[in-house]
């Protein structure tokens, strides 16, 4: 019995210190301070609108838009969702700002009810990798109020004439990425594909959504 | 026994193979001709990855038929019976169940440091861990990953091939979908001979299904209510996460597509110029104005 009971021991220990080796942390790549405390300072003034008890639900959500519309390149965005639908809307202003609205108005009402399912969460900005300088994935993850596991998010933002932007968030299902705006570009793509290239179609029904989906904010 | 799986194995391939045929091609001769994509764009994995979409929207409306008739019904029924640190410990146990066949996708991919990492969890979990009912591994930092015979084919530069939706399994594409026949082939709990092994491996399939099916309900449920075409949704998601999958999460960050100024909608005056003039935000949600719409439904299709 002893001889079993030390065999076991000896395995699990020899397991765990098999463990230590192969949990090892990686080495990583190029780090960007900036661009961390960036992300750290604008996603916990977001997520803290959005915990606002103080204010109403449509002051919340002015400010949460307003927040979200500083921290984002919302119209630079836009352009990348349509892919090869984006060169017509450069010589047709009324479409361009028609589209540009309606997409900002759509993404910020989903980012809404997506981060309210984190009421109360903190982030926590754990690191970075540069594409260039200028161009920089910050690692982050969403810390439960509750405590439990920290969902992990990646921001890519850029840096355009001084000023750093959020350009794409990717979230982390069981250790893989899903880039929101590639995901987005995708399903827009294929509505277009479908409609001929009508982007005023895509707006219509994105406005629709968004009505939606405000409607179902208030009421939560 | 291993005949008799190697037999299921080839008669289901055949079954497939002579089901599928007529409506393949019929689906290609269907197929709507391709947009050319034009200089600067960033194309995305799902370009010209579906030439079966006829087909393939059939037997996802099959799926979900099924699904809402049956599956939906069931999961949520074994949700509400089962407290979640249950359903955590189910799926615990059947992730370390798969373990020698991650394992062996591990070596065949060269990874030996996550195949290292997967004899280390299955051995703590199936000791420490009560035959991985708990996950003590994970809490020691030795985080679970997952690893199929698609993703050792594509390590290997096989092409994913079509997209193919099948219904019961989900989205996959032809080197996926032949990969998850691989896996059942290399799975030693097939070959396995105790008492009772047969109902053992039915149930451990019917409580991978459900486990599977509950970990995506409200996802499923959120694709339904908010997505404008939830084929387009799931193909879409699907390509990403698997080519996440594939480079086992370690992005290259410079396969990254470039945000430049293909998609600048305003040339040299410049959205973020734009922004940087009006530090003070300059107008709030437009609720009056183009959104209120007369009809503020969703109009997703029917599934």
């Known amino acids: 019995m002893t001889a079993v009971s030390f065999t076991r021991a000896a395995f699990v220990a020899a397991l765990a210190s098999l463990g ?26 977001a997520l803290s609108a959005l915990a606002n008890p103080s204010v109403t639900g449509a002051q919340r959500q002015q400010t949460f838009y307003q927040m979200i519309e500083r921290f984002a390149d919302m119209p630079r965005i ?12 450069r010589s047709d202003a009324s479409l361009r700002d028609g589209w540009v609205q309606a997409f900002k108005d759509y993404s910020i009402a989903v980012y809404e009810w997506r981060l309210g399912a984190f009421d109360g969460s903190t982030i926590r900005v754990v690191g970075s990798t540069e594409r260039n300088a200028n161009d920089v994935i910050v690692m982050s993850e969403m810390v439960p109020r509750a405590g439990g596991r920290a969902q992990p998010v990646q921001w890519r933002i850029v840096n355009r004439d001084g000023a750093w932007r959020v350009i794409d968030v990717a979230v982390i299902l069981e250790g893989n990425q899903i880039w929101l705006a590639q995901q987005q570009q995708g399903e827009f793509l294929a509505f277009l594909d479908r409609n001929n290239g009508n982007v005023r179609a895509l707006a219509d029904d994105i ?3 968004t009505a939606s989906i405000r409607e179902r904010v208030g009421r939560a | 026994m291993q005949k008799d799986v190697l037999m299921r194995g080839a008669l289901a391939i055949l079954t497939m193979a002579v089901c599928l045929a007529p409506a393949l091609t019929h689906a290609q001769e269907a197929a709507p001709e391709a947009v050319a994509a034009p200089e600067g764009y960033a194309p995305l994995p799902e370009d010209n990855v579906d030439p079966w979409e006829g087909f393939n929207r059939a037997m996802f409306a099959t799926h979900e038929a099924v699904d809402q008739a049956v599956l939906e019904p069931v999961t949520r029924g074994y949700r509400a019976v089962t407290p979640e640190p249950v359903r955590n410990s189910v799926r615990s146990f059947l992730r370390n169940l798969r373990s020698p066949v991650i394992f062996a996708n ?42 199929d015979f698609g993703q050792t084919l594509a390590v290997w530069g096989v092409d994913s091939g079509p997209y193919l939706f099948i219904p019961l399994m989900g989205p ?9 026949i691989v896996d059942s082939a290399i799975n030693p709990l097939n070959y396995a001979d105790f008492e009772n092994v047969e109902s053992f491996n039915a149930a451990r399939i019917a409580l991978t299904a459900l486990s599977a099916r509950e970990s995506v309900l409200d996802t499923v449920e959120d694709i339904r209510r908010d997505s404008m075409d939830p084929y387009v949704s799931i193909r879409t998601s699907y390509l990403l996460l698997r080519q996440s999958a594939i480079q086992n999460g370690r992005m290259n960050v410079q396969d990254l597509p470039e945000f430049d100024d293909t998609y600048d909608l305003y040339g040299d005056d410049g959205a973020t110029e734009d922004i940087a003039q009006h530090p003070e935000p300059i107008d709030g949600p437009t609720l009056g104005g183009d959104l209120a719409q007369p009809n503020p439904e969703p109009t997703s299709p029917e599934l």
């Open chain 2, 106 to 147: 591990d070596l065949m991919q060269g990874e030996f440091s996550r195949a290292g990492r997967t004899v280390v969890r299955f051995g703590l979990n199936t000791t420490v861990g009560f035959l991985g009912l708990f996950d003590p591994a994970t809490g020691l930092g030795i985080e679970g990953h997952s690893e």
């Open chain 1, 20 to 45: 230590a080796l192969v949990a090892a942390p990686a080495a990583h790549a190029a780090r960007n301070t900036e661009a961390e405390a960036y992300v750290q300072e604008h996603a916990t003034r």
């Open chain 1, 207 to 209: 406005r629709q959504r």
């Open chain 1, 78 to 89: 836009a352009g990348f969702v349509l892919g090869r639908y984006a060169g017509q809307l």
């Open chain 2, 172 to 180: 996959s594409t032809v080197r996926d979908g032949g990969g998850a």
